[in-house]
């Protein structure tokens, strides 16, 4: 039997929570790199940028819909960049309509097979909004 002890590198510090907010708006495209994102157009014209995870099979499903999305903005440390860095991070959504809704750590979560394919449609958001 193998025990693993955590390095000091290997400990994740916590997260660092600023506000909870509320934004309403249309998912306007989606990024993918080390992370993945997802930006939605608020109703106020603002550019809102979200961290996305188990969130996204919700969004890819529901990409045309107005959404009301529940979010809190932190500071996360990311070991790749050495530092914290402030995130928006999805606590809940729902459609305006009020028909559909997701919420953090209470909604089913994809499985790896799934979260590909919602990843690739919500990546041909980008393209559909571009004229590509």
Same mark, same amino acid.
């Given at each position: 039997?193998?025990?693993?002890?955590?390095?000091?590198?290997?400990?994740?510090?916590?997260?660092?929570?600023?506000?909870?907010?509320?934004?309403?708006?249309?998912?306007?495209?989606?990024?993918?790199?080390?992370?993945?994102?997802?930006?939605?157009?608020?109703?106020?014209?603002?550019?809102?940028?979200?961290?996305?995870?188990?969130?996204? $099979?919700?969004?890819?499903?529901?990409?045309?819909?107005?959404?009301?999305?529940?979010?809190?903005?932190?500071?996360?440390?990311?070991?790749?960049?050495?530092?914290?860095?402030?995130?928006?991070?999805?606590?809940?959504?729902?459609?305006?309509?009020?028909?559909?809704?997701?919420?953090?750590?209470?909604?089913?979560?994809?499985?790896?097979?799934?979260?590909?394919? $919602?990843?690739?449609?919500?990546?041909?958001?980008?393209?559909?909004?571009?004229?590509?």
């Amino acid at each position: 039997m193998t025990i693993h002890i955590a390095a000091a590198d290997d400990i994740q510090p916590p997260d660092k929570k600023i506000a909870s907010k509320k934004v309403t708006g249309r998912l306007l495209d989606a990024q993918q790199g080390d992370y993945f994102h997802a930006s939605v157009r608020t109703e106020r014209g603002n550019k809102e940028s979200f961290f996305v995870d188990d969130d996204i $099979c919700f969004l890819a499903l529901n990409k045309k819909e107005v959404l009301v999305i529940e979010y809190d903005e932190i500071t996360r440390y990311f070991p790749e960049g050495r530092g914290y860095y402030p995130a928006n991070i999805i606590q809940s959504i729902s459609t305006r309509a009020g028909q559909n809704r997701w919420v953090r750590n209470q909604s089913a979560s994809p499985n790896l097979t799934q979260w590909r394919e $919602c990843a690739s449609d919500l990546l041909t958001l980008s393209d559909d909004r571009h004229g590509q």
